[in-house]
């Protein structure tokens, strides 16, 4: 009994740092399966037009979260961010494709968002704009994805979304700058996720039921 005291003390404890580091090792976990892609089956071609302002804005929602206290709950977005930056720069060896709108949305918004910040120095709104910069940019993601639902990862998408419940869970501090953006993402990802689950079950029925007639 005592120990199941101790226990129990040290998780209460160390609630906070406990979910970061999950969320954080989700985040790992969820780009296991890109780079298994990229490297062992030559199916990913990461895009240095997509990478690149990506992780300026991932990179930048990290930063004001764990500048105005988000502490273990911006470890999730700081994995994202890492992961991302790396794919960014395996994207510098891959072959050159065209840069989408979606590419230009998240430069233009990342830039945006940095110059906003330097010249105010408030976190507010740089941060609302990478959020729904991000949001806007996801776009040709879920057209593709509603196209051909099963060429996406299905389970990849969940831990997305999971990890950042558990990195919203870690937050110290609660605020616009340290809840937003995690906040969107989990949105989307978690939305897009049962968009292709359902999506997918939809086109079994109807595969089935030509078949049956």
Not at 36 to 52: A, D, E, H, Q, Y
Not at 83 to 97: P, R
Request: net charge positive; with cysteine; proline share 3%.
């Amino acid at each position: 009994m005592e120990i199941y005291h101790i226990f129990t003390e040290f998780i209460f404890a160390n609630s906070k740092i406990i979910l970061g580091s999950i969320g954080a090792l989700l985040g790992f976990a969820g780009y296991i399966h890109y780079y298994i892609n990229i490297f062992l089956r030559g199916g990913n071609k990461p895009s240095l037009f997509t990478w690149v302002p990506l992780s300026l804005v991932v990179g930048f929602g990290f930063y004001a979260q764990l500048k105005t206290g988000g502490l273990w709950g911006s470890a999730v977005t700081g994995a994202t961010a890492l992961n991302v930056f790396i794919v960014a720069i395996i994207s510098l060896f891959c072959e050159k494709q065209k840069p989408l709108w979606s590419d230009w949305v998240c430069f233009i918004g990342a830039l945006i968002a940095i110059i906003w910040w330097r010249t105010s120095y408030g976190l507010i709104m740089p941060v609302v704009i990478v959020s729904f910069t991000n949001i806007i940019a996801f776009y040709p993601t879920w057209r593709n994805g509603y196209r051909d639902p099963f060429k996406e990862t299905l389970w990849m998408w969940f831990l997305n979304c999971i990890k950042f419940v558990f990195g919203i869970a870690a937050i110290k501090t609660y605020s616009i700058t340290t809840l937003l953006f995690p906040l969107s993402i989990a949105t989307i990802d978690g939305a897009f996720f049962l968009a292709i689950f359902f999506r997918r079950k939809y086109l079994r029925f109807k595969k089935n039921s030509v078949i049956a007639e």
